[in-house]
């Protein structure tokens, strides 16, 4: 009774192993990014009381209307682009669902998709499931800009879409104006689609705009965009996301959509349907995340970390390559076990390991669970070092 495996180079992934980790020893966990704060209370009271007036059974396949109907109006305010509820919107459990269900709608076997590393660790098995083949770009300190030459030069007859991800999980860059408008010129007369991982959205700092495709009608016209109730609203066990799709998209989306979750949770939607009635239930959150970003920074000045720029996402980067020269995976296990703080290391988001000694922190957490990580690093500061080897 033997199983070929469909994925033979996936293994647990490194989120999974640094929690564990990190729960095994007692560290501050601040690798997986998950918020240690509760949802707001409003958010939950709606739950309760969604549940309380039975509203427990399966949900349409594509969302609950009302739910659609808030993210349309959402959509107008934000994005200025007036699209149909009915025929543009469909709620997942979760970005990664929708992320799956849009890789697999548009990649037949040998299409090619070209996506941008480090990146998020879900892409490259959706591709490969459906037997197509990631193209990698890969981004290095301390920018992480994309080169458009090299995209350019990258497209083949083969290639189906492009996948991008802004703002940009883990490197906390975000894609300017010039970058969407390179992306145009990029696919303009041809038939490749865009997959936008946009789940940070509203978590972009310094007064930046977040480019999403749908700014953009020669891009939203091709365009699959994916967005995370989670990530806005602290509830990342709640796994609802959405993708927003032209209608034909939409169609082929949804084929495949009903035959992995068929619907989402139910009481959930109602209550974020409800929720996003109060746009300051979201625009507030680039202050309330930057706050975050510039509390972390300000106490990780004690540390001799080098903190690259973060103008998104809930990550900070950082650089120990003047610290020590060990592989970053070793660096991070190292720094769980021995200085008790777990992190990241960001050469596992590329397929052939780039180590550049950066690792990746998350900062949604409690004032006091930062506090308390940043006072490790500083207690055990000479363990942040290159252990010395010692002659006999």
Not at 21 to 26: H, I, T, Y
Not at 155 to 169: E, F, G, M, V, Y
Not at 237 to 247: L, M, S
């Amino acid at each position: 009774m033997q199983i070929i495996s469909k994925l033979p180079q996936v293994g647990t992934t490194i989120f999974t192993v640094m929690s564990a980790l990190a729960n095994e020893v007692g560290a501050v966990n601040l690798s997986q990014g998950f918020p240690d704060f509760p949802i707001d209370n409003t958010l939950a009271h709606y739950t309760h009381e969604a549940m309380q007036k039975g509203l427990n059974q399966y949900a349409p396949m594509a969302g609950l209307p009302l739910l659609r109907e808030a993210l349309a109006h959402k959509l107008s305010q934000t994005y200025h682009f007036n699209c149909s509820p009915a025929e543009n919107i469909t709620i997942t459990s979760g970005a990664t669902e929708a992320l799956f269900a849009a890789i697999t709608a548009l990649v037949s076997e040998g299409d090619e998709v070209i996506i941008f590393e480090p990146a998020y660790d879900s892409y490259v098995p959706a591709i490969e499931l459906n037997k197509g083949v990631a193209i990698r770009i890969a981004l290095t300190p301390e920018s992480y800009q994309i080169d458009w030459q090299k995209v350019k030069e990258s497209i083949s007859p083969r290639t189906k879409a492009i996948l991008i991800n802004t703002p940009h999980n883990p490197t906390g860059t975000v894609l300017s104006q010039q970058d969407l408008l390179n992306l145009v010129e990029v696919v303009r007369n041809t038939n490749i689609w865009i997959i936008s991982d946009e789940v940070y959205e509203h978590i972009i700092f310094d007064n930046i705009r977040h480019e999403s495709v749908l700014h953009y009608p020669e891009l939203r016209e091709r365009s699959m965009a994916i967005y995370s109730f989670g990530k806005t609203f602290h509830a990342t066990g709640w796994k609802i996301g959405y993708c927003v799709a032209p209608a034909e998209a939409t169609k082929e989306f949804r084929k495949v959509h009903q035959f992995l979750t068929f619907s989402t949770v139910t009481p959930m939607q109602y209550a974020l349907a409800i929720y996003l009635q109060n746009p300051e239930n979201y625009l507030h959150l680039p202050s309330f995340y930057e706050k975050k970003r510039n509390t972390f920074a300000q106490m990780m000045q004690e540390t001799p970390f080098q903190l690259l720029p973060c103008q998104g996402t809930y990550f900070q980067l950082a650089s120990y390559k003047h610290l020590s020269d060990e592989k970053d995976t070793d660096y991070t296990i190292r720094l769980t076990k021995e200085v008790g703080v777990a992190t990241i290391p960001v050469s596992v988001f590329y397929q052939e390991p780039q180590d550049h000694k950066v690792i990746r922190f998350c900062f949604a957490k409690k004032e006091e669970t930062l506090a308390r990580a940043v006072e490790k690093l500083i207690k055990h500061k000479e363990k942040l070092y290159q252990p010395q080897t010692t002659k006999a």
